[in-house]
């Protein structure tokens, strides 16, 4: 297993335009964490899944945002009618639910610039 | 409220010199965990140290230390003679032990670790 994947790497997009990021997690991590970081900031807590459920999302994901985990494997990040203020890294990290304080293995981030 | 405050922005030191980059949280949770993550320019957050604050031993890993200090409710990083790889973004971070606290890390806003040779 070579750790958590993030697809693209990168994506510029037209605002008003959908995009779509894919995360493959470490296969036996049954928990899965989207974040967002934007330049000079610390990463911030968009959602999280245990299996395919969908148990927490942060109040930063909007309406245009949605995640999705069909088969407890792989996730998708959606935006729709993406926006300049969408422009930021995603970063896609998953553990154990072990319980709290597990350690999070994190992807290399997909970057999208919306111009 | 999860809160956690990297004070120094930015660090730059010269090959060989040690520095120590502060972390400050804050959390109502009596039992928390705190980490460090260094983010290289290529992007991944690499994970370096999780402590519970149940455990106050300070911990050396080869050039790296960490001080946790719960009275100052500090959880310190000192790199010893800092080499020209060192230079990254460092994050400080904090996960609570239960419910949406536990679900989540609040990360710092990061120090910029700029090592010159």
């Known amino acids: 297993d070579t750790g958590v994947s993030q697809d693209p790497r990168h994506k510029i997009t037209k605002r008003g335009q959908n995009v779509t990021f894919r995360c493959d997690p470490i296969?036996?991590?049954?928990?899965l964490y989207w974040y967002r970081q934007t330049l000079g900031q610390g990463p911030e807590f968009l959602t999280y899944?245990?299996?395919?459920?969908?148990?927490?999302k942060s109040r930063l994901l909007s309406d245009r945002f949605s995640a999705e985990r069909p088969k407890g494997s792989f996730s998708t990040l959606e935006i729709q009618r993406t926006e300049q203020g969408d422009s930021a890294m995603y970063l896609c990290?998953?553990?154990?639910?072990?319980?709290?304080?597990?350690?999070?293995?994190f992807g290399s981030g997909t970057r999208l610039t919306v111009v | 409220a999860q809160k956690v405050t990297q004070a120094q922005t930015e660090i730059s030191v010269v090959e060989k010199e040690d520095v120590t980059l502060d972390c400050v949280y804050e959390t109502r949770d009596t039992t928390y965990y705190l980490f460090w993550y260094k983010q290289p320019p290529s992007g991944e957050l690499v994970f370096l140290i999780r402590r519970n604050s149940f455990d106050e031993q300070n911990e050396i890993s080869g050039r790296y230390s960490w001080n946790f200090q719960k009275s100052t409710s500090s959880f310190n990083f000192t790199i010893t003679a800092s080499q020209v790889v060192d230079s990254a973004v460092y994050f400080c971070?904090?996960?609570?032990?239960?419910?949406?606290?536990?679900?989540?890390?609040?990360f710092g806003e990061g120090t910029q670790l700029t090592v010159n040779p």
């Open positions: 971070a904090l996960s609570g032990s239960r419910g949406t606290s536990g679900s989540r890390l609040t």
């Open positions: 990290a998953s553990s154990l639910a072990t319980g709290a304080g597990d350690g999070y293995t």
């Open positions: 899944f245990q299996n395919e459920a969908q148990l927490e």
């Open positions: 296969s036996e991590h049954n928990r």
